[in-house]
């Protein structure tokens, strides 16, 4: 018959599994397997989150459209109506455990980003302090030498004009330049 025969009168499969080349039992000893590695303990990673196809954003809805009036027959037959669809209000409340976290996470990520930020004005304000310090004293600094400059001119006295203006005779070379004088 064939591979799979229980006939032991049946020389073929024998054959055929022989001649695969698979080991016998004769060759299945320790030999024959690898040494197993030992397996490094892993630090346990958390678990993800579950996936509820009824989670607590869902729950936050439903109770939203609720009266608030009589909470405890509210949240009673809320929970019986979500047990009868095989909703387990026990996920749901791990699933909003889970949100609770995410949010006080992000709360405390927040929190310590304003700070930062409140660290930053505060070292632009102190730079701004500064600037202004060293503009104001720059500027008085200025108007002082200002000052001085103006004092200065107004007790220098002022050379005068001659009252007749003196014109230069022909002959003469213009001081300075060097260049013969050439007549008109």
């Known amino acids: 018959m064939g591979l799979f025969s229980r006939n032991s009168n049946d020389d073929t499969s024998s054959e055929l599994l022989e001649s695969a080349g698979l080991p016998s039992s004769v060759d299945l000893n320790e030999?024959?397997?690898?040494?197993?590695?030992?397996?490094?303990?892993?630090?346990?990673?958390?678990?993800?989150?579950?996936a509820v196809s009824y989670g607590i954003e869902d729950a936050i809805s439903l109770m939203r459209k609720l009266p608030s009036d009589n909470m405890e027959v509210v949240v009673s037959v809320v929970k019986q109506t979500l047990e009868s669809?095989?909703?387990?209000?026990?996920?749901?409340?791990?699933?909003?455990?889970?949100?609770?976290?995410?949010?006080?996470?992000?709360?405390?990520?927040?929190?310590?980003?304003?700070?930062?930020?409140?660290?930053?004005?505060?070292?632009?304000?102190k730079q701004i302090t500064e600037l202004l310090e060293d503009h104001k004293e720059?500027?008085?600094?200025?108007?002082?030498?200002?000052?001085?400059?103006?004092l200065k001119e107004k007790t220098?006295?002022?050379?005068?004009?001659?009252?007749?203006?003196?014109?230069p005779t022909p002959d003469a070379e213009p001081s300075g330049t060097g260049a013969p004088h050439l007549p008109h």
């Not at 720059?138 to 103006?150: C, F, G, I, K, W």
């Not at 220098?156 to 014109?167: A, I, M, N, S």
Request: glycine residues 0%.
């Open 85 to 125: 669809t095989q909703i387990s209000v026990d996920d749901i409340i791990a699933d909003a455990n889970d949100k609770e976290e995410r949010l006080l996470n992000k709360n405390t990520q927040l929190e310590k980003e304003i700070q930062d930020l409140q660290q930053q004005i505060a070292t632009r304000n």
């Open 31 to 50: 030999d024959y397997f690898e040494p197993e590695l030992p397996v490094k303990a892993q630090a346990a990673a958390k678990p993800s989150r579950r």
């Open 138 to 150: 720059t500027v008085s600094v200025r108007e002082r030498l200002q000052l001085a400059n103006d």
């Open 156 to 167: 220098q006295p002022k050379p005068r004009k001659p009252l007749v203006e003196t014109k």
